[in-house]
């Protein structure tokens, strides 16, 4: 079984699949393949339930397989905590909440995660949407996401996160994920059509209006105005600003790009000149249209995010998710 041993903690959980399928194909009460097996089931089942099983069918073997014994015991300890951290989360006592996911979370081994804890970053990222900590809530949705790429919820709610940063390319690529998986979902298409939106019109803004400056500002203004936007989005310093780290990053990237043109003789007399003729043109046509971020080519076309698995309806909906949400 040593093969399988090593599968398994190189996550190559197929490979460890297959080759205990084999050991157990020739012998069904083999012990060591059979706790192999529930190992394996452990780290990548979404629902308790189906390790449960495999622990049972274990103990009726070896009753005093201190393995399965303490796995089970486990199991038991992250439920009570789970349906504990539910139960905080339904009375809105979010902070109580986010203390028992977050209990219940470090008995994760962080070497080798388990597919379970899935819903737990859900209803973790939850609480903390509730409390307006978008960041937090982000970052437990992407570890949800990676212990589970076919958890249509935890795109959808980190695409609403990231809607409200205002950071609409990140939010577009989660809606069009969630989308891959039910694409008659007319919510989702929503959801999606509006960020793409909210896109297009955040960034009609031209290089000036950025840095919140008027057209043409001098040089001066425009160091001025780098100089305090730098110093704001700094990545050092958003921490103990308060502001987004998600937001403040892409902030800091345009205006380093709108500097990089405006703080430039030649290129700001360029952009200048494209910028009066777009002024013109649109006054002498009953509207206004300013050169947008877009028109740099800062922002790459979109991607298209079609290559995860087939939509499970069973690991996306499951049953210990705190809310629709």
């Not at 970053?121 to 589970?148: G, M, P």
Request: proline share 3%; charged share 25%; glycine share 2%.
């Amino acid at each position: 079984m040593g093969y399988a041993e090593a599968a398994l903690y190189t996550k190559n959980f197929q490979k460890a699949i297959s080759a205990v399928k084999v050991a157990v194909g020739k012998d069904p009460n083999n012990i060591e393949a059979l706790w192999l097996q529930t190992r394996i089931k452990y780290h990548t089942a979404f629902e308790d339930k189906e390790v449960l099983e495999n622990i049972n069918s274990l103990l009726k073997l070896d009753s005093s397989h201190s393995g399965a014994l303490d796995l089970k015991k486990k199991i038991d300890k992250l439920r009570h905590l789970r349906q504990k951290g539910n139960e905080a989360f339904q009375q809105k006592n979010y902070k109580d909440a986010i203390n028992v996911y977050t209990e219940a979370l470090n008995e994760e081994d962080k070497k080798l995660p388990t597919a379970l804890n899935a819903v737990l970053y859900a209803n973790r990222a939850a609480a903390h949407k509730n409390l307006n900590n978008f960041d937090e809530a982000i970052t437990d949705l992407s570890s949800a996401i990676q212990r589970n790429d076919s958890y249509v919820k935890a795109y959808i709610r980190r695409g609403q996160c990231y809607a409200e940063l205002d950071v609409w390319d990140e939010a577009i690529k989660d809606f069009s994920s969630a989308i891959s998986h039910e694409p008659f979902n007319s919510e989702y298409v929503t959801l999606l059509e509006t960020a793409q939106l909210k896109h297009q019109e955040f960034n009609k803004r031209n290089y000036y209006e950025i840095m919140g400056l008027g057209a043409f500002a001098s040089p001066p203004e425009i160091k001025k105005a780098y100089r305090i936007l730098a110093l704001k989005y700094h990545p050092d310093k958003v921490n103990s600003s308060g502001i987004s780290p998600f937001k403040a990053e892409k902030l800091f990237k345009e205006i380093q790009v709108c500097y990089e043109v405006l703080s430039d003789p030649q290129k700001k007399a360029q952009y200048d000149r494209d910028l009066q003729i777009q002024m013109q043109n649109s006054m002498n046509m009953g509207s206004f249209s300013s050169p947008s971020f877009t028109q740099t080519n800062f922002y790459p076309q979109q991607q298209q995010y079609n290559n995860f698995n087939n939509f499970n309806a069973q690991q996306a909906r499951n049953p210990y998710a705190t809310s629709s949400w």
